[in-house]
């Protein structure tokens, strides 16, 4: 596999990385909220948009590849946020395994 041929001035885009904390509700169970892991800068490239009906409502699914620079934390689960954006990361991988960038296939909803 050869090196991945990537511009880091590409990394354009400034994103907050969040991961899941459960806190208990009180009643056995648990509510799951975000904390804050890093600032980070990262290049968002949209793949695919379809409409998915849910409860007899349409809703936009959007699927994006973020590029961002090699971290051993990010994992699926976690989600980036852009503004009001928010992006659910399904998988991670290191494109070329040289441990300089990370690609985080991502799901948007509701654009």
Avoid: N
């Amino acid at each position: 596999m050869g090196l991945v041929d990537f511009d880091p001035g590409a990394l354009s885009a400034r994103l907050r990385l969040e991961r899941p904390v459960e806190s208990p509700d009180g009643q056995g169970g648990a509510t799951v909220g975000f904390e804050t892991v890093a600032d980070l800068w990262a290049r968002i490239e949209p793949l695919t948009a379809d409409v998915e009906e849910v409860a007899a409502a349409g809703r936009v699914i959007v699927l994006h590849h973020v590029w961002l620079r090699f971290r051993a934390d990010v994992a699926a689960g976690m989600r980036l946020i852009k503004g009001t954006r928010r992006f659910a990361i399904e998988s991670v991988r290191d494109p070329d395994e040289t441990g300089r960038y990370l690609v985080c296939r991502c799901r948007e909803e509701g654009r």
